[in-house]
C-alpha cells in the first residue's frame, strides 16, 4: 500500500490538510459553528474536549492506522472541519473514512460531497485499497442517507458497537465501496461535483 504518512488532498472547492498539533484552536472554531459537540449521534470536538481529540488523531498517525485531514475551504483557507482515514490495515488493503464533520453554515455547500471524493479517489488510486468503509449510527438517518448517495452499499447493523460519551451503547450501520465499484462511483461523484 505505498503512500505517503501525510498527503495533501486537493480539489476545486477544498483540499484535505494533515493535522497537525497546532490546530486545536480552528477545529474549536469550526465546531463553535453550529456548536457541533452538543450533538449526541458522533463525537466532534469541544472546548474541553478538543485536545484529546488532538491528541487521539495524532498518535493513531504517529502509530500507521490513522491518517486525520482538516477540510479547508480553497478560497479563503477557512477550516469547515475534519475527516480521516482510519482503522488502516495495509497488509489487507482496507481503511475506513471516518469522524467527517463540517461547520454548520458548510453543510450542504458541497464541501462534503468533494471532500469524499477525494478520500476514496486517494485510498483506491493511490493506496491501492480493495475495500473502503464507512460507520454510522444506526439513529443518524442523515449520515446514513450520505453514504448511500455517495455510492456505498449497506452491509448491516453491528450491535452495541461502541459506547457514546452519554453512555448509550450504539449500534452501528456498516456500509463499503470495494475496488471493483470505485470507478462507477467516481463518475457519480464527478456528476454531483460538475452539478453543483
Known amino acids: 500500500m505505498p503512500d505517503s504518512l501525510n498527503p495533501v488532498l486537493t480539489g476545486n472547492l477544498v483540499s484535505l490538510l494533515p493535522i497537525q498539533a497546532e490546530d486545536g484552536p480552528r477545529l474549536l472554531e469550526a465546531a463553535s459553528d453550529g456548536r457541533l459537540w452538543e450533538m449526541k449521534l458522533t463525537v466532534i470536538p469541544g472546548p474541553d474536549t478538543v485536545e484529546q481529540y488532538l491528541d487521539a488523531a495524532l498518535a493513531g498517525q504517529l502509530a500507521g492506522t490513522v491518517m486525520p485531514f482538516l477540510i479547508v475551504r480553497n478560497s479563503d483557507g477557512l477550516v469547515l472541519g475534519s475527516t480521516r482515514f482510519w482503522k488502516v490495515d495495509r497488509k489487507n ?3 475506513e473514512i471516518g469522524h467527517t464533520w463540517l461547520r454548520h453554515s458548510a453543510q450542504r455547500s458541497g464541501a ?3 471532500a469524499k471524493f ?3 479517489r486517494h485510498a483506491f488510486e493511490v493506496m491501492s485499497c480493495v475495500r473502503v468503509q464507512f460507520t454510522t449510527d444506526e439513529l443518524n438517518d442523515n449520515s446514513r442517507a450520505a453514504i448511500l448517495r455517495i455510492g456505498a452499499t449497506q452491509e448491516g447493523i453491528v450491535r452495541h458497537e461502541r459506547i457514546m460519551p452519554d453512555g ?3 449500534n452501528s450501520v456498516r456500509f463499503s465501496i470495494i475496488d471493483s465499484e470505485w470507478p462507477q462511483v467516481a463518475e457519480r461523484l464527478r456528476e454531483k461535483m460538475g452539478a453543483g
Do not use: I, M
Open 118 to 120: 477525494l478520500l476514496l
Open 93 to 95: 488493503r482496507k481503511l
Open 168 to 170: 448509550r451503547k450504539r
Open 112 to 114: 462534503n460531497t468533494e
